[in-house]
């Protein structure tokens, strides 16, 4: 691709880019042809990241999405941090405390100035900077326990168990109700509990959690044992952001979606069995135990997003336990068995 053809290629600003779907995600777009700048606060570090780093079409900065200074519209377009004002096509919004932990071990003040705040900061730059779409990676957590037992839809109601649910409903509720005839057209995602491999690992995820204990201690302590969620790959949910950013404007322009598949709804047990499964002389403890948190039970129905995207993920939670137990057999992941793994005391809701 030459310089020219470099410059008129899409342009697409990642927040949070050197996290856990942004640093897998940033390679499927500039697979694809896409110009990325990626903004990141590098809590957890930047060495997702290197495999980009000398790529032409790659650009990167160190910013806090919340600090006005830090992203701005100009005359060129956006500025990121240090980075000069670029013409800007779409925004997804990655950056945030991710989780119900996260959440209460930050508390609700920086919760909210980083997870609603930092949204609205962030949709109002990429308006001023002409940007047309604008992707909000929500979860559907939101929809808490589930009533009767139903599969949720985009449409359901809305029962909130956390504070980090609270923060991304509130988000979703400016993004479609106070961004009216705004040229960023807001787009939501709903994803599913993700669980795989990424450049940044994560081991807070039930289904990569479970292998990691199993392989260490070859034991999970298990609470909730009945309750059902909803899984999808993070390589599955880089694809369905690529073919949001892809699909006419009409079709996804301030749409809700959930994003997984029908077949990534399972229950703990369901979970337990797969793991026991590939990594053998895994004892299973059930324990009872009441605490507040996420307390998710529910399925959830993906027949919007497959209607309308034609969206099929191709990696089932089979396939994500065998990754990851190959890929810490491996001992590709240099420090999953240090001991800040290995004596944790995971409470898996």
């Given at each position: 691709?030459?310089?020219?053809?470099?410059?008129d290629?899409p342009?697409?600003?990642?927040?949070?880019?050197a996290?856990?779907?942004?640093s897998l995600?940033?390679?499927?777009?500039?697979?694809?042809?896409?110009r990325?700048?990626?903004?990141d606060?590098?809590?957890?570090g930047?060495?997702?990241?290197?495999g980009?780093?000398?790529?032409p079409?790659?650009?990167?900065?160190?910013?806090?999405?919340?600090?006005p200074?830090?992203?701005?519209a100009?005359?060129?377009?956006?500025?990121?941090?240090?980075?000069?004002?670029?013409?800007?096509?779409?925004?997804?919004?990655?950056?945030?405390?991710?989780?119900?932990?996260?959440?209460?071990?930050v508390?609700?003040?920086v919760?909210?100035?980083?997870?609603?705040?930092?949204?609205?900061?962030?949709?109002?730059?990429?308006?001023?900077?002409g940007?047309?779409?604008f992707?909000?990676t929500?979860?559907?957590?939101?929809?808490?326990?589930?009533?009767?037992?139903?599969p949720v839809t985009?449409?359901?109601?809305l029962?909130?168990q956390?504070?980090?649910a609270e923060t991304?409903?509130?988000?979703?509720q400016?993004?479609?109700?106070?961004?009216t005839?705004g040229r960023?057209?807001?787009?939501?995602y709903?994803?599913?509990?993700?669980?795989g491999?990424?450049?940044?690992?994560?081991?807070?995820?039930?289904?990569?959690?479970?292998?990691l204990?199993?392989?260490?201690?070859?034991r999970?302590?298990?609470?909730?044992?009945?309750?059902?969620?909803?899984?999808?790959?993070?390589?599955?949910?880089?694809?369905?952001i690529?073919l949001a950013?892809?699909?006419?404007s009409?079709?996804?322009?301030?749409?809700?979606?959930?994003?997984?598949?029908?077949?990534?709804?399972?229950?703990?047990?369901?979970?337990?069995?797969?793991v026991?499964?590939?990594v053998?002389?895994?004892r299973v403890?059930?324990?009872d135990?009441?605490?507040?948190g996420?307390?998710?039970?529910?399925r959830?129905?993906?027949?919007?997003i497959r209607?309308?995207?034609?969206y099929t993920?191709r990696l089932t939670?089979?396939?994500?336990?065998?990754?990851?137990?190959d890929?810490?057999?491996?001992g590709?992941?240099?420090?999953?068995?240090d001991?800040?793994?290995?004596?944790?005391?995971?409470?898996?809701q």
């Amino acid at each position: 691709m030459s310089t020219a053809e470099q410059q008129d290629a899409p342009h697409v600003l990642i927040t949070g880019g050197a996290g856990y779907i942004g640093s897998l995600l940033t390679g499927v777009l500039l697979n694809v042809g896409w110009r990325v700048t990626v903004a990141d606060d590098l809590l957890f570090g930047g060495q997702s990241l290197l495999g980009y780093w000398q790529h032409p079409r790659f650009r990167f900065a160190k910013v806090d999405v919340c600090d006005p200074e830090h992203i701005q519209a100009e005359a060129g377009g956006l500025r990121v941090g240090h980075l000069p004002a670029t013409p800007l096509d779409a925004v997804v919004h990655l950056a945030a405390i991710v989780g119900f932990p996260a959440c209460q071990m930050v508390g609700p003040q920086v919760a909210w100035r980083y997870n609603y705040e930092g949204t609205k900061r962030v949709y109002a730059a990429a308006e001023a900077a002409g940007a047309t779409r604008f992707l909000f990676t929500s979860t559907y957590s939101n929809y808490g326990l589930a009533l009767d037992g139903t599969p949720v839809t985009e449409e359901s109601s809305l029962n909130p168990q956390s504070l980090y649910a609270e923060t991304k409903i509130a988000s979703e509720q400016f993004l479609l109700n106070e961004t009216t005839g705004g040229r960023a057209a807001p787009i939501l995602y709903r994803l599913a509990t993700l669980f795989g491999v990424s450049p940044r690992m994560r081991f807070d995820l039930i289904v990569n959690q479970f292998v990691l204990e199993a392989l260490t201690k070859r034991r999970l302590v298990i609470y909730h044992r009945g309750y059902a969620r909803s899984f999808v790959h993070v390589r599955d949910v880089a694809d369905a952001i690529l073919l949001a950013l892809s699909a006419p404007s009409a079709a996804v322009a301030r749409q809700i979606f959930n994003v997984g598949s029908d077949e990534g709804n399972y229950t703990k047990d369901e979970i337990v069995a797969l793991v026991q499964r590939y990594v053998a002389g895994t004892r299973v403890e059930h324990k009872d135990l009441t605490f507040g948190g996420d307390m998710r039970d529910i399925r959830v129905n993906f027949a919007k997003i497959r209607r309308v995207l034609g969206y099929t993920p191709r990696l089932t939670v089979e396939d994500g336990v065998r990754e990851v137990r190959d890929v810490l057999e491996a001992g590709v992941i240099k420090d999953a068995f240090d001991s800040q793994y290995r004596n944790a005391q995971f409470i898996v809701q």
